[in-house]
């Protein structure tokens, strides 16, 4: 299978996707099944939920990179030939530690952590939690610790936020108009205000009355210090990219075939196009399969002989018909939801479809059962 192919010869795959459509489950079953056929795989997902570390069975994830023990495999039935490795990556700490690596000197990278503005709005940064993934994706390929690394993608309403992150970021933080905004506050300073025009102390102390002069200074020093910082961001966004649209890497798009996460689907289908990322498959979750060949007439035909034959049961056994019937129109409503995705999707676009299961994964047996529609 395709998919089976795209995990022998990547070396990353990132799956994306919009929230609640199972891209977490579907990341660490790849993962799993990667992992059975005797590679080091690491799962790496930024979603806050513990749903990756109960399926793994783990009590906890961090954001270093826990090796899934064998008591747990033995306690799936599964014996991998490899290792399977998973972390929940911390955007705080990863953009922490960025900062760290990219800044001129200890003391301005410890000036930008230690400050108030920056400690506050780390993770309210415009696209901080998805340049954390991909930052953390690029730290953790650079190592080539890992056979494969499978990336679950932050649950952003659009994915197209996750392309965009880096670009974003930086466009953030080159701001000119934030700069030029905060620049004159910090080397004016109070004392200094006698040299600003009238219109920009009054600004000037207008926010100062709403906020006080210490929030005013530290978002002034923070983009000061930052300023230092941007080249080295820009660059290493560069990098980034460059390794996302690599041939060792690979997207997989999860969806259901609901209208909702379609539309989200075909959203990010057309920005993976555009800008050129490589697609590797479309993965289709939760699809409501056919429960039997045979045709609707056939079924209520065999109803009305069921309750011809057994009169007493004539209300069952018209309920399961109903039940059956309906399971069929939603079978056929998924399968021309999926047909017209992939159409419009062009050729060339594989797929895999996951049955709507009757329960929850929740652990490494239910990953295993993922696997198995996956490869």
Same mark, same amino acid.
């Given at each position: 299978m395709r998919l089976k192919k795209l995990m022998a010869e990547k070396e990353i795959i990132v799956c994306c996707g919009a929230g609640g459509v199972g891209k977490t489950t579907v990341s660490a079953s790849l993962a799993l099944s990667a992992a059975v056929s005797g590679k080091k795989v690491l799962v790496c997902t930024i979603d806050p939920a513990k749903r990756l570390a109960d399926s793994l069975g783990l009590t906890e994830l961090g954001n270093s990179e826990t090796r899934i023990s064998a008591d747990v495999? /033995?306690?799936?039935?599964?014996?991998?030939?490899g290792e399977l490795w998973g972390m929940m990556l911390d955007s705080k700490t990863t953009f922490d530690e960025l900062i760290l690596r990219i800044a001129p000197t200890p003391e301005a990278?410890?000036?930008?952590?230690?400050?108030?503005f920056y400690q506050n709005i780390t993770t309210a940064l415009a696209g901080s939690q998805e340049f954390s993934a991909t930052e953390k994706l690029f730290e953790l390929a650079g190592r080539r610790q890992y056979d494969l690394i499978v990336l679950d993608t932050p649950p952003t309403r659009h994915a197209l936020d996750f392309l965009d992150a880096p670009t974003r970021l930086t466009a953030f933080l080159d701001a000119r108009v934030i700069q030029w905004f905060v620049k004159p506050y910090l080397s004016a300073g109070k004392a200094g205000f006698k040299f600003i025009n009238s219109s920009a102390q009054m600004m000037f102390r207008l926010l100062e009355k709403a906020t006080g002069h210490q929030t005013m200074a530290d978002i002034?020093?923070?983009?000061?210090?930052f300023e230092g910082l941007t080249d080295g961001f820009r660059a290493r966004a560069a990098?980034?990219?460059?390794?996302?649209?690599?041939?060792v890497t690979a997207f997989v798009l999860v969806t259901s075939p609901q209208s909702p996460s379609l539309m989200?689907?075909?959203?990010?289908? /057309?920005?993976?196009?555009?800008e050129n990322m490589p697609l590797g498959e479309v993965v289709f979750n939760r699809v409501?399969?056919?429960?039997?060949?045979?045709s609707a007439?056939?079924?209520?035909?065999?109803?009305?002989?069921?309750?011809?034959?057994?009169?007493?049961? /004539?209300?069952?056994?018209?309920?399961l018909v109903a039940n059956l019937r309906l399971s069929m129109v939603l079978a056929e409503a998924d399968k021309r939801s999926v047909r017209r995705f992939l159409a419009e999707a062009g050729d060339g676009v594989g797929d895999v479809r996951i049955p709507?299961?009757?329960?929850?994964?929740?652990?490494?047996?239910?990953?295993?059962?993922?696997a198995k529609y996956l490869v």
């Open positions: 495999f /033995e306690k799936a039935g599964i014996e991998p030939a990278g410890a000036r930008i952590l230690a400050n108030s002034a020093d923070f983009f000061l210090v990098k980034v990219r460059a390794l996302m649209s690599s041939p989200e689907a075909r959203y990010f289908l /057309e920005r993976l196009v555009a409501c399969f056919p429960p039997t060949d045979l007439e056939t079924v209520t035909a065999l109803g009305r002989e069921a309750c011809a034959a057994l009169p007493r049961h /004539e209300q069952t056994i018209k309920a709507h299961l009757k329960t929850d994964v929740h652990d490494l047996a239910g990953l295993w059962e993922i």
